[in-house]
């Protein structure tokens, strides 16, 4: 495989080093309770981010302690059959997952570097024992867990032992009619998704999420979700829809910035333990690959590879869709 690409056409310009700034910067600042230490601390950071963009190392990706996201693909299997959604079409082999094993030393390889651990499928709670293993691991190693699940396999006892581990919930909600959740979710589990949010309410408090997904087909039912979270207490984030071999359309009503993708920080990994930097980066003809895979190789090994860096390098400067979402922005703005 050629890794050879354009290379001017990728070159940062000074308003790239501005945005790579920014998004370095703004998210840092917001983090600091005390306002008067904001002007030191800043400039301290912009030492440490000065260093990691120009010195030339493949290990400057990591930005500094905390920098990173580590998201995990557990499955592409899902009890559910959105239409939003085309994993669950292509669930993996049972030859092709991969033992979570492979997972954990992952994770203890990299956690000071983690700021968030993320599981996402597919529905996760398909491998409950797996989730609670990583959840257990990630608490040790005091690195924040969250779990996005649809809500349907979600139990009481495994709710009880999330509790203690202190992580965050997310339940997929894009509509409160009953009727809808059948075409929006290919199934009728309106009743116990409904009945498991208010166990997860009792027993995690605020340690719930519900997020909802904006299309053109669930932009009139997210208001409905919206109130349902106010009443309930129980925190509310909007998505854009991405096209992930779903038959959605996009709303067209959600407000990026315009700064540099921070996704590229992310480390993303499929259920058979394939590395890529983004789930969307297929688009860039460098990633099409992935750059490894942790079932055959250490972590560390993998993301310091050239095109590791390479990669990281255009994602700062590409716009493709996918910039508009959560992991790239924390705050998605709708206008109803």
């Not at 998201?71 to 079409?89: A, S």
């Not at 408090?205 to 208001?223: C, F, M, N, T, W």
């Not at 990633?287 to 972590?299: S, T, Y």
Request: charged share 25%; with cysteine; hydrophobic share 40%.
């Amino acid at each position: 495989m050629s890794l050879i690409y354009r290379r001017k056409a990728n070159e940062p310009s000074l308003t790239h080093f501005l945005y790579d700034y920014y998004g370095e910067i703004a998210p840092f600042v917001k983090r600091i309770d005390r306002k008067w230490l904001i002007p030191p601390l800043v400039a301290l950071k912009t030492i440490e981010w000065s260093i990691y963009r120009w010195y030339r190392t493949p290990i400057r990706r990591f930005y500094g302690v905390k920098g990173n996201e580590l998201i995990f693909m557990i499955t592409r299997r899902c009890n559910d059959r959105c239409p939003k959604c085309g994993i669950w079409e292509h669930p993996e082999p049972v030859s092709q997952h991969m033992p979570v094993a492979h997972f954990l030393n992952c994770l203890n390889r990299l956690h000071e570097n983690l700021y968030q651990v993320t599981l996402t499928g597919g529905e996760p709670f398909t491998y409950a024992e797996d989730v609670i293993l990583i959840a257990r691991e990630a608490r040790k190693l005091n690195v924040p867990m969250v779990v996005v699940t649809n809500g349907v396999l979600i139990t009481e006892s495994v709710l009880r032992v999330y509790h203690e581990l202190r992580h965050i919930l997310v339940i997929s909600v894009d509509t409160m009619d009953k009727d809808r959740w059948r075409l929006f979710r290919g199934r009728n589990h309106f009743d116990l998704v409904m009945n498991n949010i208010r166990l997860a309410r009792a027993i995690l408090g605020k340690s719930l999420r519900i997020q909802s997904v904006l299309a053109r087909e669930s932009e009139a039912d997210i208001p409905a979700v919206k109130a349902y979270c106010e009443a309930h207490d129980i925190s509310h984030n909007v998505q854009p829809y991405m096209d992930f071999g779903g038959h959605w359309n996009s709303a067209g009503k959600v407000q990026a910035a315009n700064f540099a993708c921070a996704a590229r920080k992310n480390i993303c990994i499929y259920p058979n333990g394939d590395v890529v930097k983004c789930f969307d980066h297929h688009r860039i003809p460098l990633a099409k690959e992935p750059l490894g895979n942790i079932a055959k190789e250490d972590i560390i090994t993998i993301l310091c590879k050239k095109r590791a860096t390479e990669v990281s390098k255009i994602m700062k400067t590409c716009n493709f869709p996918c910039k508009q979402l959560a992991c790239n922005i924390p705050t998605v703005t709708y206008n109803p």
